[in-house]
């Protein structure tokens, strides 16, 4: 299952799940991402071409299991920025869903630089960066470090480390584009868009979108995408 469409720099994957839904999650992350690799082959690209992958699955407790798997199938490769939650409507049968973007073909003959920020590696460790940059477009995901703090103070450390990876990658808050919110607490959703009003210093906030979730970890309230240009 799952569709794709290039436009330009970039080719857009939507909707990748496997063919057989009858396993349990590790057969399912393995049918998903053999069924991913056959969509970016059939874009005329391959996983090295990822700039960013979405994960769904239809439940949190198995995160580590998918990113065990997830990491056999990146394995050395230069990795994406990846997103993982739960709590979306699944296809029916479905433990696990992924949309992804890659750098499309054209750009790819371009030698459009792709630069990663933030690398992260290891055991029990999703492989993944937390920020990315394609050329003059640039995207960076991620929670908060400490999740002691309350809705507020999570959204304040994540837009510290966004301010952080948007300078390394020469662009800033003024050019960011889209806000993607994944809130465990749709209550939370009024607090977090003062404060991210606030730091974009602008009234309306960027198209985006909102979504009720469970993160990782029980005491993780959020976890924000932003793209912006550079």
Known sequence: MGTFITSGD??????????EKSGGIGAQTRAALATLDTRLNEASVDRRSLLTVHIWLADMAHFQEMTA?????????EPPSRSCVSGGALQPGALIQVVATAASPV???ANIP???YGLVRGTGRPT???ALAHGNWFTVCTLASDCSQDITGQTRQILA???RFLG???TERSKVLTVDLWLK?????????????????RDQLPAGSCVRADMARPEMLIEIRITAAR
Request: charged letters at 25%.
């Open 185 to 201: 607490r749709m209550s939370d959703r009024e607090a977090v868009e003062n404060v991210l009003a606030g730091w974009l210093n």
């Open 10 to 19: 970039r080719t857009f994957l939507t909707g990748i799940t496997g063919d």
């Open 107 to 109: 750009a790819n003959q």
């Open 114 to 116: 792709v630069e990663r």
């Open 161 to 163: 480390d966004f301010d």
């Open 128 to 130: 993944m960066c937390l």
């Open 168 to 170: 390394e990658a020469g």
């Open 69 to 77: 798997k997830w990491n056999a199938w990146i394995g050395n490769d």
